[in-house]
């Protein structure tokens, strides 16, 4: 009875509580859209840096971490590709040749990574094929062709069929002059990663260094879901002691970082909003307490301990805030599914994500433990909202607030 | 063994810049079944007097024994207690919870009592009837007379079977026949359930009607009469 008398006097007067009920509506959708948004952008940097090149986990020599050196290469591929092959959720792997060098066009030159891999293994792992703009993906069979990224081609004033020179050490140090010509460009959601990254088949980049065995520095693999990311992480770095094995998290601290702070920020947000409403609660209960004084003193009166006088003003509070929150939470859970599942374009502003390596597409999303933490908000903001309120509810003299003179 | 004692209340209001010494020195005792009307000028002290008696306010002097009890001595907590076993209250208006139908009114402090809920059902519906509102319970407050919600008022009084009904001024709102209904009516439940009501008035024609007649003047007892 308690708790339909204080759902009751929530609706004594609509219009007031109507108008902070929507204002809690409103701040809720308002706060949870944009820290959808938020957290939509933050997967679309992890997912677009995982498929332009990252993978979910890489392996390393130890050393490589350390030093990238020619001579840091991957030992044994065979057991590392023994372990890969054991497990069972594997998407694909590739397996890369990486060389830090120097490539240079007629105009100027610019230090590079560059990358030899096999054409069909990595296209299991990254999504690079999906990203050429101009030329193709290797799919012609001439010695020496290159991939590069458009930035790189704007700065090195080439074009497609133009010539590059890319230089690097062989094992024992000598400088190796290798002449390619570009057959594709392309052009990811990351400028920094199209400015610094060459792409070669890794036959050219042996024959060159002058190798009969292939040097692996890199084992890129991907997985058919993330959520099996850490289980083949654990499982492989067991059985590859020797080596370094680390997901992306570890291999790209500030996307994993940017990532989880999402989350963080969302509730960040949130609060704050809560925390302007939690003004406009306590003010809303204060009149309608202060407009009750009198029937409020008559159940003090009759014997309704302070006790319960103060739960039934905590219960609307509650029921008020709640009813704004689970508005705000529904409304704004429709907006996010929908944008999530239709996308919203921004590539008006393109060029501006481009730098934080986000797509243009963006999918809002908000995971469901949030929706959980954010009740838990509420109701503690309405704990907070009551206290002044249902104090002054509490600490009448009955005497004189049924006083008629 | 007297129901009520008054011992040497007196009760001055510090509040104003002139210290108002709203009871002088009552002596009083009240006995059950009583049927009594407090009357006085307005100003008189009537609603001190049974906002002490009813342990609403502490007097600044004095002792007031109820059924045994020193009330003045009692802790906030247990008095409310007390309160809400011992005493019934009808004020002069306003008395009921305006989203709450006759019945939940009347309900309402059975709840505080913890009584169980189909009793609380049963017994409500029994006092409704008995005062006169059996075909209004699932009104609200706001759709009945004054008369009527001082019935309802009366009703929830008893509903938590006090050891007596305080009301003060209780018709003073009402138009002089819904006063004379209402007045007949608690003469009924004050024989029916043996109920003791202390009420105060300024109204002749409801002075008329009580058995026993206290007079206040400037916070004191004037005169104490039986009437015939
Ligand atoms: N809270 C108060 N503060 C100051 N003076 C008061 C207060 N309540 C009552 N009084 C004064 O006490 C006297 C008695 O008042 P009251 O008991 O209300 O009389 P009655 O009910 O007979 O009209 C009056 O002079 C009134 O002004
Ligand atoms: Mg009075």
Request: with cysteine.
């Amino acid at each position: 009875m308690l708790t339909q008398l204080a759902w009751k006097n929530i609706w004594r007067n609509k219009k007031r509580s109507l108008v902070i009920i929507l204002a809690i509506m409103l701040g809720l959708w308002g706060g949870l859209f944009s820290g959808a948004i938020m957290m939509g952008m933050a997967e679309s940097m992890v997912d677009s840096a995982i498929d332009r090149y990252l993978g979910h986990v890489e392996i390393h020599s130890k050393k490589f971490k350390d030093d990238v050196q020619i001579t840091n290469y991957i030992k044994d591929v065979k057991a590392v590709e023994n372990a890969i092959n054991a497990q069972d959720s594997i998407a694909g792997y590739s397996k890369r040749t990486i060389l830090e060098g120097m490539a240079a066009s007629a105009a100027s030159s610019f230090g590079v990574k560059i990358v030899g891999i096999d054409r069909v293994a990595e296209k299991s792992v990254s999504r690079l094929y999906q990203k050429i703009v101009d030329g193709d993906y290797f799919d012609t069979q001439k010695r020496n062709q290159v991939i590069i990224g458009k930035k790189l081609a704007d700065r090195l004033n080439l074009k497609l069929r133009s010539k590059i020179i890319l230089t690097f050490q062989d094992v024992h140090g000598e400088i190796i002059y290798l002449a390619c010509r570009i057959t594709g460009i392309f052009k990811t959601e990351s400028s920094v990663f199209d400015e610094t990254n060459v792409f070669l088949r890794q036959v050219d980049l042996m024959r060159s260094l002058h190798q009969t065995e292939t040097l692996i520095h890199e084992i890129a693999i991907r997985v058919k879901s993330a959520k099996y990311v850490p289980v083949v992480e654990q499982n492989l770095a067991s059985a590859l002691p020797g080596l370094a094995v680390e997901t992306w998290e570890k291999m790209a601290p500030e996307l994993a970082f940017v990532s989880s702070s999402m989350e963080a920020f969302t509730y960040l947000f949130v609060a704050i909003i809560l925390f302007a409403l939690l003004f406009g609660i306590t003010n809303n209960m204060l009149m309608s307490v202060v407009e009750r004084i009198r029937e409020l003193g008559i159940l003090t009166a009759v014997g309704m301990k302070k006790s319960r006088v103060f739960f039934m003003i905590l219960l609307e509070t509650i029921f008020l805030s709640m009813t704004g929150g689970i508005l705000g939470m529904t409304v704004g859970g429709f907006f996010i599914g929908f944008f999530n599942s239709a996308g919203i374009d921004l590539s008006a502003f393109a060029t501006g994500l481009e730098s934080f390596g986000s797509a243009s597409m963006l999918y809002p999303f908000l995971p469901a433990s949030m929706y959980i933490g954010l009740t838990i908000m509420i109701l503690f903001a309405a704990n907070i909202a009551a206290l002044l309120p249902a104090w002054k509810a509490t600490h009448l003299t009955p005497a004189e607030a049924i006083r008629t003179y | 063994m007297a129901l009520i004692e008054l011992k040497d209340i007196s009760k001055t209001y510090n509040t104003t810049a002139v210290p108002v010494n709203a009871l002088k020195d009552i002596n009083i005792t009240f006995e059950k079944q009583e049927f009594t009307a407090i009357v006085g000028p307005s100003g008189s002290g009537k609603t001190t007097m049974l906002n002490i008696l009813g342990g609403l306010d502490k007097p600044t002097n004095g002792t007031v024994i109820i059924d045994n009890n020193d009330i003045t001595k009692m802790k906030p907590g247990n008095l409310v207690d007390f309160r809400l076993n011992k005493i019934g209250f009808v004020f002069q208006a306003y008395n009921l919870i305006p989203v709450l139908t006759a019945l939940e009114n009347v309900e309402f402090i059975m709840l505080l009592q913890k009584v169980s809920k189909k009793e609380r059902r049963e017994q409500a519906e029994n006092l409704l009837q008995d005062v006169g509102l059996g075909d209004r319970m699932d009104n609200r407050p706001s759709q009945l007379s004054g008369g009527q919600q001082q019935r309802v008022a009366v009703a929830r009084a008893l509903a938590s079977k006090p050891a007596f009904v305080l009301a003060d001024e209780p018709t003073a709102n009402l138009d002089s026949k819904s006063a004379e209904s209402l007045l007949d009516m608690m003469e009924e439940m004050n024989k029916k359930h043996n109920m003791t009501f202390i009420f105060s008035t300024h109204d002749a024609r409801v002075i008329k009607r009580a058995r026993r007649v206290v007079t206040l003047e400037d916070g004191m007892v004037k005169e104490d009469k039986i009437n015939k």
